[in-house]
């Protein structure tokens, strides 16, 4: 495993070890969203381990009504997710306190090398929430709380179609000392390999964490270590071009430490990152360099240190964050085009709200505040926040109705700012600072054991880094700013029974874009987008020991002169398993199930029909 400096260690160890740490009874609360753009904690999709590899983070937001994901290949070999129309770079990735992002390119934002089962339900923030909770990402944030540390383990086997075998193993031990407190730590081992469901579409992932958690009756803090080596091939995978069969070999280091405190009035969570990813990109896998421009490798490496909280002091509830983040391009064969390789960033956001009571037992809830993002490489940016949330409670449950307004930013990656301004990828070093401007109405009604959540939204994207074609320069993509008009519709419904779970999402987008003077044709990704998609997640526990789950994903997209097939498809995950109530279960995994040719990105081949069967023991 590549070893991170000294002062990253330091910084990490010291954050871990200096904080008190929580109890038994205490795990990471989210009752301080009670505003929150997304309250929802259930499951929303019903098959959260794939038929293609073992689970990544990726892996249980394919079929997520709240976000949508674009892959090249399967999910777990890169994957794109963007929320409510916004591209890529635009949606960030935070675990505990802090968000992990990528400096080189927002393909790699999604590649948080940590075992899934380490993490909760991830939370996906929009609007005022994104902005307090995200870090440059201007559009939202999946956010995950660490679990605590449970004792036992677990050793799965899996084999399938296209000579896939995938296996995982996971082990935790946690012991109480005198002084009330209990230690805990979490190991998790996983490989995964296999040919494809196309030529040149085989892979070889591994991945290793460990956990050392400290726990008292108020706090929580961990310290996570995290690596991970993945190989993957996809022939037109970043080019479009199906007759090159590319390959992608990341190696990605991560170093996390956190620490939650509850109190009476409020909470605080802080905490410290240190990630480095080296990237060895082709291409042409038959025609591999090493070493000079057109090999595509790089290395990047970021450490950060953030921090979260809510305060009640008297009438007024402050919610704040901030970040602290330091990035290097330590080394590039073509990202060689821009003015600087390292940047250090700084965001901090403060929006107090004030709850008053209304006549008829309603509340008012008020919001303002702002969000102040800082780069010594580029221009700064101060961003309104403003919100109003009216909630009524009956017999039955409660409604919120809720009206805000929220402005955002966030800076390019090194791909697009020192690529070379010609050639197979375009970039350009005078993308300045993207600003997003949103404003969203929304009504969630909770009645026990079903939600629904409803809302419309508008936004104005100004200077947003798009990769775009023109036919007079066919072999290659070109960084290019746009300014987009977006409008929105999205609906949520969860409904739970006995034997029953189902969960239903739709989404509606319309986009206005303007290129400027840039020669514009196709393209990649801001104009890739689903104008409806609508998802259903359905769990059925039909026995004892059985249940049949089944994802479902119905989209039409924006018409593409670059994709080739539909711009609409069918897509369907179901999955079968048995559990004895004991230590042993296994689940037959379909993915893919209607064999869909749909390309998620214009010109990529869409991944085959999978099958695999696993068996797992527990103890």
Do not use: C
Request: charged letters at 20%; hydrophobic letters at 35%; a negative charge.
């Amino acid at each position: 495993m590549p070893e991170p400096t000294m002062r990253s260690v330091a910084f990490l160890m010291l954050l871990f070890l200096s904080s008190p740490t929580w109890s038994e009874e205490t795990t990471p609360s989210t009752d301080d969203e009670e505003l929150s753009e997304v309250t929802v904690r259930a499951t929303r999709v019903a098959n959260e381990h794939p038929a293609s590899s073992y689970a990544t983070p990726a892996t249980a937001l394919r079929f997520d009504p709240l976000t949508e994901l674009q892959s090249r290949g399967v999910a777990e070999g890169q994957s794109d997710v963007t929320v409510r129309g916004g591209l890529f770079e635009n949606t960030g990735f935070k675990l505990g306190a802090v968000t992990i992002m990528d400096p080189q390119t927002g393909h790699y934002v999604a590649e948080l090398p940590v075992d899934p089962a380490l993490m909760s339900t991830p939370a996906i923030y929009k609007g005022i929430d994104s902005a307090v909770e995200g870090f440059n990402s201007a559009i939202a944030t999946v956010s995950y709380a660490i679990n605590r540390v449970q004792d036992g383990g677990s050793v799965s086997l899996a084999a399938g179609s296209d000579n896939l075998n995938f296996q995982s193993l996971r082990f935790g031990h946690t012991t109480s000392n005198p002084a009330g407190s209990e230690i805990g730590i979490a190991m998790s081992l996983a490989h995964s390999e296999g040919d494809g469901s196309v030529a040149f579409g085989d892979h070889e992932f591994s991945r290793a964490n460990v956990q050392i958690q400290h726990v008292t009756d108020d706090a929580q803090t961990d310290l996570i270590v995290s690596y991970q080596d993945k190989f993957f091939g996809w022939p037109g995978a970043y080019t479009g071009f199906a007759s090159l069969p590319e390959t992608d070999d990341t190696q990605t280091t991560l170093l996390i430490a956190n620490h939650r405190r509850e109190s009476g009035s409020g909470w605080f969570e802080a905490g410290g990152f240190y990630r480095r990813l080296v990237d060895d990109y082709d291409f042409n896998r038959t025609d591999i360099e090493s070493g000079t421009p057109g090999s595509f490798e790089h290395e990047t490496k970021v450490l950060g240190a953030g921090f979260q909280g809510q305060q009640q002091v008297g009438r007024v509830s402050w919610r704040y964050g901030g970040q602290l983040t330091s990035d290097k391009l330590v080394r590039s064969t073509d990202l060689t085009n821009g003015f600087f390789t390292d940047r250090t960033y700084v965001t901090l956001s403060v929006v107090p709200s004030i709850e008053s009571a209304l006549s008829n037992g309603n509340t008012l809830v008020w919001r303002a505040g702002a969000t102040v993002d800082y780069s010594d490489r580029d221009s700064n940016a101060v961003s309104p926040l403003l919100g109003i949330t009216l909630s009524r409670t009956d017999e039955r449950g409660s409604t919120d109705y809720s009206l805000e307004y929220a402005a955002t930013s966030q800076v390019p990656g090194y791909t697009a700012l020192n690529s070379n301004p010609t050639g197979l990828f375009g970039g350009n070093p005078f993308l300045g600072r993207e600003k997003a401007k949103q404003l969203s109405a929304s009504v969630e009604r909770d009645s026990g054991d079903w939600q629904i959540r409803a809302t419309v939204f508008s936004r104005r994207d100004d200077n947003l880094v798009d990769w775009t074609y023109a036919t007079g320069a066919p072999f290659s993509r070109q960084a290019n700013a746009v300014d987009i008009d977006v409008i929105g519709f999205e609906a949520f419904v969860v409904r739970s029974w006995e034997a029953i779970d189902i969960a239903v999402g739709y989404t509606a987008l319309d986009k206005d874009a303007d290129y400027g003077s840039a020669q514009v044709d196709a393209s990649f990704y801001a104009l890739n987008f689903a104008k409806h998609r609508a998802t259903v997640a359905f769990v059925y526990r039909f026995a004892e020991d059985f249940e049949f789950r089944l994802d479902n994903e119905y989209r039409s997209q924006e018409a593409n002169p670059l994709r080739v097939g539909d711009d609409s498809t069918y897509l369907a995950s179901a999955s079968l398993r048995w559990s004895s109530r004991g230590r042993f279960s296994a689940a037959l995994v379909v993915d893919n199930a209607t064999d869909s040719e749909y390309q998620p990105f214009p010109g990529t081949p869409a991944s085959g029909r999978q099958l695999s069967l696993s068996a797992t023991y527990a103890w």
